[in-house]
């Protein structure tokens, strides 16, 4: 380690893709800082299924899924307003469990790995000079020869570095928001279904303990149109569909008030900046249709772990490290997160909607095709 500098990484961002890249560069006996701007156990905005194209790196990790008893999902059905229904088959299949018991044994597994985790810490600011960082958080500076981006969605540092998506307001993959709950509420343990409503749709899958997860996204007009009232949102607009009308209607919400996110942007993202490698939804985020986003976050660590190993042993140099992780990311996921952006684009329209599904069913050679391109390679 350079001796100027407290440690070899600091990763900005406690979620999915930051704590398992903390967990692989700890065990390679590198000095870990992450820095978290809540705390554990916590809930967030996510679908809550995983491919089983990560449940061996999961495992690896020393995550305990196998002994949960988790949910094994591996149909998925989609529905329109109008009824019009399509059943298809998941290939690898996945498996529902909540963020809030799965970012807290990832913690757990990083503290136990010797990383540092500071929580309740929002970072201000990164500075990159002579070869070293400099990470501002709380009156305190945090020096390390690299940086991880791992804040998520959207951050505070997207606005100060005033990204390209943060810049551009008015394009149609911009500006959703998205919410969540969890439910009990009598749901195929192994079936994950997209329920559409005008402008947006609606998951439910299984998680642990018999809970279901019911996320739903939506543009921030819709909820405006609706008085920004979600419960009007809800009633007036997503209950339009006979499948969400019966599981509002029935199942038992298990929380006071839903967890939300605003201003989710789903338009090209940098997965290098300011020398600084962005993993996860900050590096790109896949439209939740696709249901892959948190095996994406995993890869990407994966893929980072490896390249950022190779730059602390002097094996290659910044630009190398920083332009090869660059091609492997696009490599790896811009071809699952342009098939979702291609996808969603046809979601949330009625009569698009309906037109797509009754296609889908028509010729289910292509419902496969677009599920395949969704979906990665176990790694």
């Known amino acids: 380690m350079n001796s100027r500098a407290g440690y070899d990484i600091i990763i900005v961002g406690g979620g999915l893709a930051g704590l398992s890249l903390s967990i692989l560069m700890a065990r390679k006996q590198y000095k870990v800082l992450v820095l978290e701007k809540d705390s554990y156990p916590r809930h967030k905005v996510c679908g809550e299924y995983i491919s089983n194209e990560s449940r061996s790196f999961l495992l690896d990790l020393g995550l305990s899924?196998?002994?949960?008893?988790?949910?094994q999902i591996d149909t998925l059905q989609v529905t329109d307003t109008y009824g019009n229904e399509v059943m298809a088959t998941l290939p690898l299949g996945g498996f529902g469990i909540s963020r809030y018991t799965l970012d807290a044994q990832l913690a757990?597994?990083?503290?136990?790995?010797?990383?540092?985790?500071?929580?309740?810490?929002?970072?201000?600011?990164?500075?990159?000079?002579?070869?070293l960082f400099t990470v501002s958080a709380k009156n305190n500076n945090y020096k390390a020869r690299l940086v991880?981006?791992?804040?998520?969605?959207?951050?505070?540092m997207d606005v100060k570095w005033n990204r390209a998506f943060v810049r551009d307001k008015n394009k149609s993959l911009t500006n959703f928001i998205g919410v969540k709950y969890h439910i009990r509420y009598n749901w195929s343990a192994?079936?994950?279904?997209?329920?559409?409503f005008k402008n947006?749709?609606?998951?439910?899958?299984?998680?642990?303990?018999?809970?279901?997860?019911?996320?739903?996204?939506?543009?921030?007009?819709?909820l405006q149109d609706n008085g920004n009232d979600i419960k009007q949102l809800e009633r007036d607009v997503l209950m339009q569909n006979s499948w969400l009308k019966?599981?509002?209607?029935?199942?038992?919400?298990?929380?006071?008030?839903?967890?939300?996110?605003?201003?989710?942007?789903?338009?090209?993202?940098?997965?290098?900046?300011?020398?600084v490698l962005m993993l996860g939804d900050t590096g790109?985020?896949?439209?939740?249709?696709?249901?892959?986003?948190?095996?994406?976050?995993?890869?990407?660590?994966?893929?980072?772990a490896g390249l950022m190993s190779q730059f602390l042993e002097g094996k290659i140099t910044r630009p190398h490290m920083e332009k090869t992780y660059a091609q492997q990311w696009r490599q790896q996921f811009s071809r699952r997160i342009s098939t979702g952006r291609f996808v969603q684009s046809k979601f949330g329209k009625m009569q698009t909607t309906s037109f797509f599904l009754k296609t889908m069913?028509?010729?289910?050679?292509?419902?496969?095709?677009?599920?395949?391109?969704?979906?990665?390679e176990q790694f």
């Open 65 to 71: 899924i196998d002994s949960l008893g988790l949910p």
């Open 108 to 131: 757990n597994q990083a503290l136990m790995a010797g990383v540092e985790l500071i929580t309740k810490t929002r970072v201000d600011d990164i500075v990159f000079e002579e070869d």
């Open 148 to 156: 991880a981006g791992t804040w998520g969605k959207k951050s505070n």
């Open 190 to 196: 192994d079936r994950v279904g997209l329920h559409n």
């Open 200 to 222: 947006g749709y609606c998951g439910i899958s299984q998680i642990e303990d018999g809970k279901c997860c019911l996320c739903y996204l939506t543009t921030a007009q819709n």
């Open 246 to 275: 019966n599981i509002f209607t029935n199942a038992e919400f298990m929380f006071d008030a839903p967890v939300t996110i605003s201003q989710i942007s789903f338009d090209k993202k940098e997965q290098v900046l300011n020398h």
């Open 284 to 304: 790109g985020v896949i439209s939740p249709l696709s249901g892959n986003g948190m095996s994406m976050a995993f890869h990407a660590s994966k893929i980072g």
């Open 361 to 376: 069913k028509l010729l289910p050679f292509l419902c496969r095709i677009v599920i395949n391109s969704a979906i990665g």
